[in-house]
């Protein structure tokens, strides 16, 4: 027999079914039994009366919270029924898995008059059992969530003739300056993990592909314990070629990310409001840009936020966070570019203008940073300069031939995954990504 999934049991009212899923709820009463089984699409009630189903008392003695049956029965619409208005009436119940007492609590258990309630487990703790703890509808909505942002992205890409590219992830020297890395035992040699694909996204720029994305895994060696850093996580980048400025590069990205919410908004907008309390709110274009020195004067001006002379070349955690309330208010928008960085903040395969200023943004959404962007430097001579200037000319050198041999103008940026999902519900990355890594957690 197919199995049905329980979101679509209104159209098999009335008909012998197979549903499988996890046992959420079990109600064990002397004449009557009450079962909710949850799959990936929903939950239903199984009704079992015992003195009409004796055959199926000894599957009711194995039932745990979280066992796993299959379940053959017919479903009946009852306007008795709260959940979905079904139930199940089972001639069979399968218990295909056994599950033993649960080490974490997933939710809390609010108190009544006759109980005390019962606390979530920590973070550390669900982490350590991430399993258990992905089985919630509110985990596996997240989840459901990312996979429609990877979606909708590379959907609107390869409608705009871009081609999806794989990079490796052992590389021969650090993709990124400023960053540490992960150094790893290449037979006799030293290899070390991505930072990003950035060089072999460029190389598919000289090597006339024209427009490239990928999504894959990035690895920063960072000893950072925030809300929103994490040792590995899903990186979505893309490269294209011909443009005319990083303006095009900004508007990649602008239309993009306003593509890809309401994607999101139309799917999955009312279970994000109802589980998590936020909104997806569609962005009206174009997004506010602004320099970064435009955005210290702002902040100072607004909340009387000040940093040091030395720092004003780069953006302050705290100023990130504070350009949220700013853009807010200026402008009425949740996203913000900012521009004009100081050329040693800023990666050496930036180009910069006469002036010497990186061609480059970062774009904030939520008052976190979730792209640095810029037109590269294609030219070979000018970016072997820039490598030079920052002592790293013998380490990139089989990047730099990449530019020796011509190679079209051309910009991207990058996004992370596990980012975007932490600010589309407001919660911690740790809790955004399917498993967390961290400079103290590898495993499970």
Same mark, same amino acid.
Request: glycine fraction near 8%.
């Given at each position: 027999?197919?199995?049905?999934?329980?979101?679509?049991? /209104?159209? /098999?009212?009335?008909?012998?079914?197979?549903?499988?899923?996890?046992?959420?709820?079990?109600?064990?009463?002397? &004449?009557?039994?009450?079962?909710?089984?949850?799959?990936?699409?929903?939950?239903?009630?199984?009704?079992?009366?015992?003195?009409? =189903?004796?055959? =199926?008392?000894?599957?009711?003695?194995?039932?745990?919270?979280?066992?796993?049956?299959?379940?053959?029965?017919? @479903?009946?619409?009852?306007?008795?029924?709260?959940?979905?208005?079904?139930?199940?009436? %089972?001639?069979?119940?399968?218990?295909?898995?056994? &599950?033993? @007492?649960?080490?974490?609590?997933?939710?809390?258990?609010?108190? #009544?008059?006759?109980?005390?309630?019962?606390?979530?487990?920590?973070?550390?703790?669900?982490?350590?059992?991430?399993?258990?703890?992905?089985?919630?509808?509110?985990?596996?909505?997240?989840?459901?969530?990312?996979?429609?942002?990877?979606?909708? $992205?590379?959907?609107?890409?390869?409608?705009?003739?871009?081609?999806?590219?794989?990079?490796?992830?052992?590389?021969?020297? @650090?993709?990124?300056?400023?960053?540490?890395?992960?150094?790893?035992?290449?037979?006799?040699?030293? @290899?070390?993990? +991505?930072?990003?694909?950035?060089?072999?996204?460029?190389?598919?720029?000289?090597?006339?592909?024209?427009?490239?994305?990928?999504?894959? %895994? !990035? *690895?920063?060696?960072?000893?950072s314990y925030t809300s929103k850093h994490t040792t590995e *996580?899903?990186?979505?980048?893309?490269?294209?070629?011909?443009?005319?400025? *990083?303006?095009? !590069? $900004?508007?990649?990205?602008?239309?993009?990310?306003?593509?890809? =919410?309401?994607?999101?908004?139309?799917?999955?907008?009312?279970?994000?409001?109802?589980?998590?309390?936020?909104?997806?709110?569609?962005?009206?274009?174009?997004?506010?840009?602004?320099?970064?020195?435009?955005?210290?004067?702002?902040?100072?001006?607004?909340?009387?936020?000040?940093?040091?002379?030395?720092?004003?070349?780069?953006?302050?955690?705290? +100023?990130?966070?504070?350009?949220?309330?700013?853009?807010?208010?200026?402008?009425? /928008?949740?996203?913000?570019?900012?521009?004009?960085?100081?050329?040693?903040?800023? +990666?050496?395969?930036?180009?910069?203008?006469?002036?010497? !200023? %990186?061609?480059?943004?970062?774009?904030?959404?939520?008052?976190?940073?979730?792209?640095?962007?810029?037109?590269?430097?294609?030219?070979?001579?000018?970016?072997?300069?820039?490598?030079?200037?920052?002592?790293?000319?013998?380490?990139?050198? *089989?990047?730099?031939?990449?530019?020796?041999?011509?190679?079209?103008?051309?910009g991207g940026f990058g996004l992370g995954i596990d980012r975007? #999902? $932490?600010?589309? !519900?407001g919660t911690h990355i740790s809790e955004a990504m399917f498993?967390?890594?961290?400079?103290?957690?590898?495993?499970?």
């Amino acid at each position: 027999m197919e199995r049905v999934y329980i979101k679509d049991i /209104h159209s /098999h009212t009335g008909e012998k079914i197979l549903l499988q899923g996890f046992v959420e709820n079990f109600r064990d009463g002397k &004449a009557m039994a009450f079962i909710v089984m949850k799959d990936i699409t929903g939950k239903v009630q199984v009704t079992v009366e015992k003195e009409k =189903l004796p055959g =199926l008392l000894p599957a009711l003695e194995q039932i745990t919270q979280d066992s796993v049956i299959s379940v053959v029965g017919v @479903a009946y619409e009852s306007e008795y029924v709260k959940m979905g208005g079904i139930e199940v009436i %089972p001639e069979e119940i399968i218990v295909e898995s056994v &599950a033993a @007492a649960l080490p974490i609590q997933r939710e809390e258990i609010p108190a #009544t008059k006759k109980r005390p309630g019962v606390p979530k487990s920590g973070i550390d703790d669900r982490l350590n059992y991430r399993w258990i703890d992905l089985r919630t509808e509110k985990n596996q909505l997240m989840f459901k969530v990312q996979t429609e942002v990877t979606r909708a $992205m590379r959907e609107f890409l390869c409608e705009r003739g871009f081609l999806e590219i794989h990079t490796p992830k052992l590389i021969g020297a @650090a993709s990124e300056s400023g960053s540490d890395v992960f150094e790893v035992k290449y037979f006799d040699r030293t @290899a070390y993990l +991505a930072q990003s694909p950035q060089f072999y996204k460029q190389m598919a720029m000289a090597s006339g592909f024209e427009r490239i994305f990928e999504c894959g %895994p !990035v *690895f920063r060696a960072e000893k950072s314990y925030t809300s929103k850093h994490t040792t590995e *996580f899903t990186g979505f980048d893309l490269e294209f070629s011909y443009i005319t400025s *990083f303006r095009d !590069v $900004m508007k990649m990205e602008e239309d993009l990310l306003t593509y890809t =919410l309401k994607c999101v908004s139309e799917k999955y907008g009312e279970e994000i409001k109802e589980q998590f309390g936020l909104e997806v709110i569609v962005p009206e274009q174009p997004f506010p840009i602004v320099t970064l020195k435009e955005l210290y004067d702002g902040l100072e001006k607004d909340f009387g936020f000040t940093v040091p002379e030395s720092e004003k070349g780069d953006l302050t955690t705290e +100023a990130e966070r504070l350009s949220y309330e700013w853009v807010k208010k200026n402008y009425n /928008h949740e996203f913000l570019f900012v521009t004009d960085y100081a050329a040693e903040k800023r +990666a050496f395969y930036h180009m910069r203008d006469e002036q010497g !200023v %990186p061609q480059g943004y970062d774009l904030i959404w939520r008052g976190v940073e979730i792209t640095t962007g810029a037109q590269r430097e294609h030219r070979y001579d000018v970016l072997k300069a820039q490598a030079e200037e920052k002592g790293l000319a013998e380490d990139v050198k *089989f990047y730099l031939e990449f530019f020796k041999y011509g190679c079209p103008p051309h910009g991207g940026f990058g996004l992370g995954i596990d980012r975007l #999902t $932490m600010l589309l !519900v407001g919660t911690h990355i740790s809790e955004a990504m399917f498993l967390f890594r961290n400079p103290k957690r590898l495993t499970p």
